[in-house]
């Protein structure tokens, strides 16, 4: 296993968080500039407008336009790219660690420097309404961000991440400034990285490149839930999508690791029981899982099928008994064991990442305030129980809160 050593400095009084994982042997680092606000934080009338900063960063800054910032590391090997979630905004990149600097002082650059100069974000409203559009025409895409609306309603958790063609079409050079000053504030900020690296070195890169801008950081309040709903969106295509989906616990949550294990059980991966019932015993369907999604206060549980729609019925009958079953009788000392060994081994398999790594620095700093090394987390999924599995199962076939999404024919 290899060797990582972890280290956390916060910035001057208003700087950036900076989490590292120093792992000797490697020649590259993963790094990543995290920003605290995703849909979650917007109004209903900037429904996408994170995603959006996103996109218009990239498209050039008071010292680089579009091409010098894409070429600064694809010239040396290595990429930038950037996500936006519900939680989180993140630039991120990979490159050999002697440009670490570069790579730093560039993403630093992005954040801080942004032009939004309005004829590039005339073009690159195209490409987001391309990219809604393609979201469009992909039923599993499209049905993971129907069941999030289903499940938080009005709430803005729940608001779609690309936004709409209206508010998209809607975003000035204005309302984008606005948008970054009052949440792209270095306190608002991590920076983690992982590979090959010197901690000080990093920090010190840090503190010459942010300057001291007052703390800010707007108050999340606690999404709210909608009532249990059966929703159909008609699509001219082949096959049903369907999601059962419910909330479920968040990130922080003391048991989360027992709601994984009986995750794994019920659809995470191809022994799992929704795999052999509805398509290795009965050929129902070709694609079917479930996964948790986990967030700051909250999470989503979700499981996920596409078929013929004249199997639908006898699938979605196999998908409710099985979260019955689950929920009436929880797992077998076998599939505790199993699903125990896959899970470590996923974790184990994933550590080889350095993206996977520092992405999970940035997540155990928001949301934890700490921590939470390979060991840590190897002994909290050993500690589950049958019984502590049992109990996770008695949310995921909740009466009331249990959403019904179908996107198809």
């Known amino acids: 296993m290899m060797m990582e050593i972890y280290k956390r400095t916060v910035v001057g009084e208003d700087g950036p968080t900076v989490v590292t994982e120093s792992v000797p042997g490697l020649r590259s680092v993963s790094l990543g500039l995290w920003v605290r606000v995703g849909a979650r934080d917007e109004v209903s009338e ?30 040396l090997g290595g990429n930038l790219d950037a ?26 650059d992005l954040l801080q420097n942004p032009m939004f100069d309005p ?31 289903s499940v938080w309603g009005r709430d803005p958790v729940g608001a779609p991440i690309l936004g709409t063609p209206d508010t998209v079409n809607a975003f000035t050079q204005d309302d984008l400034f606005e948008f970054t000053g009052r949440h792209y504030r270095p306190s608002n900020m991590i920076i983690s990285a992982a590979g090959h690296l010197d901690h000080a070195s990093v920090v010190e890169q840090v503190e010459k490149l942010f300057g001291s801008v007052p703390a800010s950081s707007p108050a999340r309040r606690a999404p709210s839930r909608a009532p249990r709903s059966y929703q159909h969106y008609y699509r001219d295509i082949g096959q049903t999508h369907l999601c059962l989906v419910t909330t479920s616990w968040s990130y922080i949550h003391p048991r989360q690791y027992d709601l994984l294990v009986a995750n794994t059980v019920l659809g995470g991966g191809m022994t799992s029981r929704l795999f052999q019932e509805i398509r290795e015993k009965r050929g129902l369907a070709y694609s079917v899982y479930s996964y948790v999604e986990t967030l700051e206060d909250t999470g989503l549980f979700s499981t996920y099928m596409a078929c013929d729609r004249c199997r639908l019925k006898d699938a979605v009958e196999v998908m409710w008994t099985q979260l019955l079953v689950l929920k009436e009788c929880g797992i077998t000392e076998v599939e505790l064991a199993s699903a125990k060994a896959q899970l470590k081994g996923e974790l184990i398999l994933g550590a080889e990442s350095m993206s996977n790594r520092m992405s999970n620095l ?48």
């Open 119 to 149: 004829a590039e974000l005339t073009k690159e409203r195209r490409v987001i309404l391309e990219e809604i559009q393609s979201v469009e025409d992909t039923p599993e895409d499209l049905i993971h961000d129907l069941f999030a609306q």
């Open 362 to 409: 940035a997540y155990d700093e928001m949301y934890l305030q700490r921590y939470l090394s390979m060991d840590d987390t190897l002994k909290e999924i050993e500690s589950v129980t049958l019984e502590g599995v049992y109990d996770a199962c008695q949310t995921l076939h909740d009466e009331q809160g249990m959403h019904q999404v179908t996107v198809g024919p």
């Open 83 to 108: 996500f936006t979630s519900r939680d989180v905004t993140c630039y991120h990149g990979r490159c050999l660690a002697e440009h670490l600097d570069i790579a730093l002082a560039v993403l630093a």
């Open 46 to 75: 900037q429904q996408g407008i994170s995603h959006f900063v996103e996109h218009a960063v990239f498209k050039g800054t008071t010292s680089r336009d579009a091409f010098d910032i894409a070429n600064s590391l694809e010239s």
